[in-house]
């Protein structure tokens, strides 16, 4: 059973960066498609980034050009790079997996398309 546990949140001011990270473990990491959503309060978990290969990935239009999503094979691990932050880019941000069944991802950015999940890391962005 895979196992996904989130960190790296915290609170930036507007127009900072940050990094969260998300552990891999319980299986390799190549048999998954990966993502990352956020959900803030009162509102529904929305993808933010996924995987389609290595170095190929689809966004969310409100994150496009400042949010970075990536993994390490060597480390079991996701990430996310967020530049440019904004007070509603403010939410817990959660990572998800689905196993690669077809042999490929396509970065589909819907929850139901994703089995696992960690427990999340808050992102708090000030004014």
């Known amino acids: 059973e895979v196992q996904l546990v989130e960190s790296g949140g915290g609170s930036v001011q507007a127009g900072g960066s940050l990094e969260i990270s998300c552990e891999v473990s319980g299986a390799p990491l190549g048999r998954f498609c990966l993502g990352w959503f956020r959900q803030a309060p009162g509102k529904e978990r929305e993808g933010v980034a996924a995987?389609?290969?290595?170095?190929?990935?689809r966004y969310s239009e409100s994150v496009e050009g400042r949010f970075t999503i990536s993994q390490s094979n060597a480390k079991g691990a996701l990430y996310l790079r967020m530049n440019d932050l904004k007070p509603e880019d403010t939410a817990m941000y959660f990572c998800?997996?689905?196993?690669?069944?077809?042999?490929?991802?396509?970065?589909?950015?819907?929850?139901?398309?994703?089995?696992?999940w960690g427990q999340g890391t808050q992102v708090t962005v000030s004014s």
């Open positions: 995987l389609i290969r290595e170095n190929t990935a």
């Open positions: 998800a997996a689905a196993e690669n069944i077809r042999g490929s991802c396509s970065g589909s950015l819907k929850q139901y398309d994703y089995y696992d």
